[in-house]
Structures are given as structure tokens and as C-alpha cells.
């Protein structure tokens, strides 16, 4: 007889932390509008950041659109005035003062290679942010913690956001790229764009002005920048929100973090390519480097 030993303890939260778990791809058909089936996400940590980093740099290569979201604590400057009110110059300082101010918790990023026909997603969970000494709002945590965010977990074992600068610009995601042009997407998108500019200058100030901010995007991103909720709007009887409208063009929750910033990212992806090529008839050029909350 074998002596019985009990089950393991459940791991603190539901996230996994894979030493090298094998590289996975959603295979789409060569259409650009894919189906309904879920997406798988994988969640990247400090225990697993070599081997990801690897995996993306080698899917980044071919790589012709890239989606992300971010997730950070809130916001903690107010605007004195309706936002809607507010000039482009205000909003941004705005945002500038936000993302200054902030640290990001999470990097999602959705990679569509359309020669290949597959898609892969990441969620890089940052460590920086400290809820005892940092700015946040605790009503954003709150609602970050009811999608799954265990801020206690990015903490232990997750990535500081320098690492993943230095992993994104040596993808190539980033900064100068020779070749053809590869296009970004976002989903209200001027928190998140900032917010990346933000780890890939290595937590710099923003710039300060909106031709300062827009120079930088097309120095880091290029000028195939968009902006899903700005498409979106120029739809009739399209819903807001970007998980309804995923839902109503018939694409499911990714698998892994269904409700966190790489699924966003994965969502945004989705929608744009259908946005793009069903029923905005392939020309998207007037939505080019608008984001909503700013622009």
C-alpha cells in the first residue's frame, strides 16, 4: 500500500504561475472577421517573464496589429468643469496629471498576425504599485478587485514595469521599426496610450502639451494609432461599452483572465478588425490617432 497524502492547498488566487508552459496561438481563419471561439490569455509573472518575453518577441515579428489595456488605480485629479467642456489641452493636462501621478497594474497586449492567421495574448502583472504609499482611488481597486485584480498578488510575484520596458522594446513592438506599418488599438484609449508611454520611457513625466504627447506616440507606436470606442461611435445601433459590443458582434470572453486587461485587449482587437472590415468597408483612415477622452 502507497500511504495517502491529501490534495495541495488551492494556490491564494486563481492565477497560475507556469515555469514554461507551452506556447499556445488561436488559429483564426485567413478572413479578418474571426469567430465566436474564446481566446486563450495567458497571465504572465515574475516566474514565468523569460519565457513570455521570448514567446513575444518571437510572435511580435510578424505581428501587423497590436491591441492593449491597461489597468490602473483610478483616477485622483477631477476636472472643475463637465468633461465634455473641457478643450483638448485641458483634457490632456488632465490625463497627464492622472498618469503622472499613478502606477499602472496591469499590461494587456493582443498580437493579430493576419499572414499567419493567429492571434496571441498576454496580461503582464506590474509590481510597482503599493496601495499604503501610492495615489489610488479605493473605489477603483474595489471595482478591480471584483473582476479578479488581487493587487496582494501583483505585488508578491509580479514584474516592475522597467523589465517589461526593456522586453518591449526589444520585441520590437516599440520604437523604431523598419518594414511595413503595423497598427495599435485601444479602446478609450487615452489612458492606456499614456499609460504605456509611461513604461516605455521608464516612468518619465508625460509630455506637456497635446503636440507633445501625439510626437511621442508616433515616436514609440508609429502613426497607426486607433481607437475602438471612436469607430464604434460612427456605427449605427452599435451599444456602448466595449464587452457589449463584443457581445452583440458574437465573440466570446477570452479563457484565462476573461475580465481583466488582456481580455480588453483581445475584445478590442476583435471588434476593430470587424469594425474595420465589415462595417466601416476596409477605410478606417479617419479614425486614425483619435483617442476618445482626448482627442
Known amino acids: 500500500m502507497f500511504p495517502m497524502f ?20 488561436y488559429h483564426a481563419p485567413m478572413s479578418p472577421v474571426w469567430p465566436s471561439s474564446p481566446v486563450p490569455v495567458l497571465s504572465v509573472w515574475a516566474s514565468n517573464f523569460k519565457y513570455e518575453s521570448a514567446n513575444l518577441r518571437h510572435v511580435a515579428r510578424n505581428a501587423q496589429y497590436v491591441a492593449i489595456a491597461l489597468h490602473y488605480p483610478g483616477v485622483v485629479h477631477h476636472p472643475d468643469q463637465d468633461h465634455n467642456a473641457l478643450t483638448a489641452e485641458q483634457r490632456y493636462a488632465l490625463v497627464k496629471a492622472n498618469v503622472d501621478d499613478l502606477k499602472p497594474l496591469q499590461l494587456g497586449i493582443a498580437l493579430y498576425d493576419s499572414d499567419g492567421g493567429y492571434l496571441a495574448a ?51 513592438l516599440v520604437g523604431a521599426r523598419r518594414g511595413r506599418s503595423r497598427s495599435w488599438i485601444t479602446y478609450a484609449g487615452a489612458y492606456h496610450v499614456a499609460y504605456l508611454l509611461k513604461i516605455v520611457t521608464g516612468g518619465a513625466p508625460l509630455p506637456r502639451d497635446v503636440a507633445g504627447f501625439n510626437g511621442a506616440v508616433r515616436r514609440y507606436l508609429g502613426d497607426q494609432v486607433y481607437d475602438v470606442a471612436t469607430m464604434a461611435a460612427g456605427c449605427p445601433a452599435m451599444p456602448l461599452g466595449l464587452e457589449q459590443i463584443a457581445d452583440y458582434l458574437g465573440f466570446h470572453p477570452p479563457l484565462g483572465s476573461p475580465r481583466l486587461a488582456a481580455a480588453a485587449g483581445v475584445r478590442a482587437l476583435q471588434v476593430f478588425m470587424r469594425l474595420k472590415y465589415v462595417e466601416l468597408g476596409g477605410d478606417v483612415r479617419k479614425y486614425r490617432g483619435l483617442l476618445k477622452g482626448l482627442h
Do not use: C, I, T
Open 6 to 25: 491529501p490534495p495541495p492547498p488551492p494556490p491564494p488566487f486563481h492565477y497560475a504561475f507556469p515555469m514554461q508552459p507551452p506556447p499556445y496561438f
Open 122 to 172: 498576454w496580461e503582464f502583472n506590474l509590481r510597482d504599485f503599493r496601495p499604503q504609499a501610492d495615489p489610488h482611488d479605493e473605489n477603483s481597486l474595489a471595482y478591480l478587485a471584483g473582476r479578479g485584480l488581487d493587487v496582494g498578488a501583483l505585488r508578491d510575484h509580479g514584474v516592475s514595469a522597467g523589465m517589461l520596458s526593456k522586453k518591449l522594446f526589444e520585441s520590437g
